[in-house]
């Protein structure tokens, strides 16, 4: 006998699991919602901070998205080859180390 997803999603049935799932899904939304809206605010400060034309404007939400594109396509190769545990842990070190280290020349370059 083969069963069809709806015939195995109903045999399975709706527990703890799913919630969890569906809560992390759910938190992983709202966190793409508030980096879209923060790209909203960003984008119009910096464009009177730096006296920047409206399409360096566009270019700095360009670029967000271009990152995202490319970071997620090489990561995800990364992951699929070697887990994904060990290179979520790298790829974070790798990160806030980057941003411990522009820390300080961020302030530099501002006041």
């Given at each position: 006998?083969?069963?069809?997803?709806?015939?195995?999603?109903v045999k399975m049935g709706f527990g703890r699991l799913q919630y969890?799932?569906?809560?992390?899904?759910?938190?992983?939304?709202?966190?793409?919602?508030?980096?879209?809206?923060?790209?909203?605010?960003?984008?119009?400060?910096?464009?009177?901070?730096?006296?920047?034309?409206?399409?360096?404007?566009?270019?700095?939400?360009?670029?967000?998205?271009?990152?995202?594109?490319?970071?997620?396509?090489?990561w995800g190769m990364v992951s699929d080859k070697f887990g994904r545990?060990?290179?979520?842990?790298?790829?974070?070190?790798?990160?806030?180390s980057l941003l411990q280290n522009n820390s300080n020349i961020f302030?530099?370059?501002?006041?």
């Amino acid at each position: 006998m083969t069963y069809t997803v709806d015939d195995a999603l109903v045999k399975m049935g709706f527990g703890r699991l799913q919630y969890l799932v569906l809560a992390y899904a759910g938190m992983g939304w709202v966190a793409e919602a508030m980096e879209m809206m923060i790209l909203s605010f960003v984008g119009p400060a910096l464009k009177s901070a730096w006296h920047l034309s409206s399409a360096q404007e566009s270019l700095i939400t360009t670029v967000v998205f271009a990152g995202m594109l490319v970071g997620a396509y090489s990561w995800g190769m990364v992951s699929d080859k070697f887990g994904r545990r060990y290179y979520h842990f790298i790829h974070n070190l790798i990160i806030l180390s980057l941003l411990q280290n522009n820390s300080n020349i961020f302030d530099f370059y501002v006041c």
